[in-house]
């Protein structure tokens, strides 16, 4: 079945850096992308839509500017936590599709900004 | 504006116990409802799908129904195991608009006891 990839897993930074995470869709090319950022208990909040080879699509109150996103290709997908505040920390999930049935998500990176 | 509950939040049942989690929507206009399961600190394993023009799906112990009228979905598991014990969110997707427009609830934390 469709796979996506989500690296890194687990990543800790100081206030102020700048973190990468990847998505990638390891044996299908997926045409579109999705980031979602879940907070404890709560259910996934979609914050962008990426088609490769266009810019992303943000949901309303999403900064575009701080959550960097780049779909250079069918298979890879990738958000940058700008200037990353202890407010970013979270669980950032991706998942992509390559047709419109269904989504395959990654496994998620907790971010944690001390 | 599409809204996902789930009902209950959590629920713990004896191991080999047959069980239903329920999910409700509000726009019965949907494309169509995905099931998944999150472990704790993972991302999200796709269970089931079912398309608008289905009434359910099935898949080993689980099988998932679909009545659009009403505005409802259950997944049913069987002969419960420990190893079910996870968080299972239902995600209700739209016509129109973004592709990653999934509108999740906030999931069922169901514990299986041994």
């Known amino acids: 079945g469709a796979v996506v990839s989500q690296h890194p897993s687990r990543v800790i930074c100081k206030s102020g850096t700048s973190v990468k995470i990847e998505c990638r869709s390891l044996d299908f090319q997926a045409t579109t992308m999705f980031w979602y950022r879940q907070f404890p208990k709560q259910s996934l909040m979609l914050m962008a839509t990426?088609?490769?080879?266009?810019?992303?699509?943000?949901e309303q109150g999403v900064e575009k500017d701080k959550f960097l996103i780049n779909h250079a290709s069918l298979t890879l997908s990738t958000l940058t936590v700008t200037s990353a505040h202890p407010e970013d920390s979270s669980f950032y999930i991706c998942?992509?599709?390559?047709?419109?049935?269904?989504?395959?998500f990654g496994s998620g990176t907790r971010l944690t900004v001390v | 504006k599409q809204e996902v509950t789930q009902i209950p939040a959590a629920l713990s049942v004896p191991e080999g116990e047959n069980l239903v989690l329920n999910c409700s929507f509000t726009?019965?206009?949907?494309?169509?409802l995905q099931w998944f399961r999150q472990d704790p600190g993972k991302g999200l394993t796709s269970l089931l799908l079912i398309q608008s023009s289905q009434r359910e799906q099935t898949s080993g112990r689980l099988n998932a129904s679909l009545d659009k009228s009403s505005g409802r979905s259950t997944l049913y598991i069987a002969a419960s195991q420990p190893g079910d014990s996870a968080t299972y969110l239902c995600a209700a997707r739209n016509y129109g608009g973004s592709q990653g427009n999934l509108i999740f609830g906030k999931g069922t934390k169901l514990s299986v006891k041994p």
């Open positions: 990426s088609n490769e080879g266009s810019k992303a699509t943000y």
């Open positions: 998942s992509a599709t390559g047709d419109s049935y269904g989504y395959t």
């Open positions: 726009d019965s206009a949907i494309y169509n």
